[in-house]
């Protein structure tokens, strides 16, 4: 649905974006990860046709970009990083104008739809420059929306949110998702990111690694598992490591760190041979990373690549 | 080009427009304020005696054109300011549009909404046509509006002559063809300004700059005191035009949509 050829862009000297090649699904939603001045802005302004690349190529639903720009605006619904309303014309306004641009043909209808969508409906008449940041947000969204595009580009969707709205916002994405929408996500939030995201890139200008985000943890850490014990003793850690299928071990606070290839099958063997040995274990809990911790080691990783 | 994109942009315009008081109320200030000026020069003029306006006698008599001679000086002289009024009024179109026209883009990049709006299939013709209709008819339909105003004071106030003086097919075609273009004229530099520059007021100044020489213009032909004539007027009609469609032209070309979406303030 979007596939980009080393795709990049070029400010002057600054290099933004640098030989990206990247491949989304349909009915994917794939999170855009990396710290500011990253090239996600950039990245997305190129992908809606609205600054050319500097060289490589992209593809929207089959169309090039730079070639076929109003087909590729056609199939495109952005959310940019400011909502961008007009302050003076009230929600339905501001909806049924870019709705006209779009050439929808049931104006009413659509702005109604998704007015009423996004909890808007009863505010439709009001001058959206009084609007709160989460409503212009929420305006902003359903704008991208009016002309059901099939591929959605969100920069930041839930930035200056509180957390109950973006959780009606992360919920609306997810229902947009179940509809076969394609959903490209830049954010910040990396909690949203690992809930929403089917896969998430992490960039600075060049891609860093791409892949679903229990992928990229079992990538950077393995598996592995929390043992919290009554009291700790070194028999214990000792019988631990005598066991075959056990990688690693690493003492803790409370107990151990167990890292196995496959808890799923070793788990019971590892908990009858502590208990063999004497232990008397309180928890055994999958270790989880965040995807904050993923994050950090990556952009970490490449530095002490380059 | 697409005519319902086109007339979305015109319409979302005058939407905002009606919205904000502050243009309107300066849109309908300088119209009403040279109608009055007029309609009360006039005035005041029918009221003075006859002898006032004799070079021999009066103190505010002048020589006129041999084309009024014929007159009386008393009417010669009220037709003689009248003329000059007359390109005030053409002013007007000139004038009317700066303002909205120096926010036409700034204002978009102001609530960031050139972004989104540069994302639609809009194309860069439709845009800026869009914003230049908006602009300019409601300066073109006031400034109709005054011409028509004015001569029904006249026709009240004044004598026949004066009125059909003010009524001449030079003066009357000058307003129906002329005005379109000024006001386009005007939109069009206020674009390219609104375009180049991100602060409003730098706009408006550079708009006012673009369109000083003209005004120099209409006043040179004042004081070399040409009586005008429909050829003159002619030509100048079409030079006007001419120069109306260049300067279009330019906006179109000189509106970089990467550039102006992107540009560091
Ligand atoms: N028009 C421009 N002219 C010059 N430099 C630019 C322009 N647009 C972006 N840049 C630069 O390109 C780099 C990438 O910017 P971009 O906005 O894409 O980052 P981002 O990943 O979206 O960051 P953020 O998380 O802060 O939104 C930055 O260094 C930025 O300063
Ligand atoms: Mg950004």
């Known amino acids: 649905m979007i596939r980009t050829e080393h795709l990049t862009k070029r400010f002057g000297k600054l290099l933004a974006v640098d030989d990206l090649n990247l491949e989304v699904e349909r009915g994917e939603v794939f999170g855009f990860l990396g710290p500011n001045g990253a090239g996600k802005t950039t990245t997305m302004r190129m992908l809606a046709a609205l600054i050319a690349p500097t060289s490589g190529a992209a593809w929207i639903n089959g169309k090039r970009i730079g070639q076929d720009d109003e087909s590729v605006r056609a199939s495109v619904g952005l959310l940019t990083e400011n909502p961008g309303l007009y302050p003076r014309l009230n929600a339905g306004e501001n909806l049924s104008f870019f709705a006209k641009l779009h050439g929808v043909q049931d104006i009413t209808g659509q702005v109604r739809k998704y007015l009423a969508l996004l909890g808007l409906w009863e505010r439709r008449t009001e001058a959206v420059g009084g609007f709160s940041k989460g409503m212009q947000q929420k305006l902003a969204i359903a704008r991208a929306l009016l002309h059901e595009p099939p591929v959605l580009f969100l920069d930041e969707p839930t930035s200056a949110l509180d957390p109950e709205a973006s959780r009606v916002v992360r919920d609306f994405i997810a229902t947009l998702k179940s509809e076969g929408r394609t959903i490209f996500i830049c954010t910040h939030n990396l909690d949203e990111a690992d809930r929403l995201c089917d896969r998430v890139a992490v960039i600075k200008q060049r891609l860093i690694r791409v892949d679903a985000p229990e992928t990229l943890r079992q990538g950077l850490y393995g598996q592995s598992v929390r043992v919290q014990l009554r009291e700790k003793a070194p028999a214990y850690l000792a019988r631990v490591r005598e066991l075959p299928f056990v990688t690693e071990v690493f003492e803790t606070a409370e107990g151990f760190r167990v890292a196995l290839n496959e808890p799923e099958n070793h788990n019971p063997e590892l908990i009858q041979a502590l208990v063999a040995a004497g232990a008397a274990i309180q928890f055994v809990e999958r270790e989880s990373h965040s995807l904050e911790q993923v994050y950090f080691d990556l952009l970490r990783e490449s530095e002490t690549e380059a | ?265």
Do not use: H
């Not at chain 2, 942009?9 to 427009?17: G, P, S």
């Not at chain 2, 005054?146 to 009524?167: D, E, H, K, Q, R």
């Open chain 2, 1 to 265: 080009m697409n005519r319902k994109r086109l007339q979305a942009v015109v319409a979302k315009e005058w939407l905002d427009m009606r919205k904000n008081k502050m243009v309107l109320i300066m849109m309908a200030l300088l119209p009403l304020l040279m109608v009055g000026m007029i309609v009360g020069t006039v005035y005041f003029m029918e009221r003075l005696p006859d002898a006032e306006f004799d070079p021999e006698t009066g103190d505010s008599g002048m020589g006129l054109p041999p084309e009024l001679e014929a007159l009386g000086y008393k009417d010669g002289v009220i037709i003689l300011l009248n003329d000059q009024y007359m390109f005030y009024l053409l002013l007007i179109p000139l004038a009317l549009p700066v303002y909205v026209a120096a926010y036409s883009i700034i204002g978009e990049k102001e609530t960031r909404s050139l972004e989104p709006l540069l994302a639609t299939p809009i194309s860069t013709t439709e845009l800026l046509l869009g914003k230049i209709i908006a602009a300019s008819a409601p300066a073109v339909i006031l400034t109709w509006l005054s011409f028509v105003l004015t001569a029904f004071g006249l026709y009240i106030i004044s004598n026949p002559t004066v009125f059909a003086y003010w009524m001449r097919p030079v003066w009357s075609l000058s307003m129906a063809f002329q005005t379109p273009f000024l006001a386009v004229l005007s939109t069009a530099c206020g674009v390219i300004a609104s375009s180049r520059l991100n602060d409003p007021r730098a706009a408006q100044q550079v708009t006012a700059i673009f369109i000083v020489p003209l005004i120099g213009l209409s006043l040179i032909v004042l004081m070399g005191k040409v009586y005008l004539d429909l050829r003159i007027m002619g030509w100048a009609t079409l030079l006007i035009a001419a120069t109306t469609a260049g300067v279009v032209w330019l906006a179109v070309k000189l509106f970089q949509r990467e550039t102006i979406l992107t540009r560091w303030k």
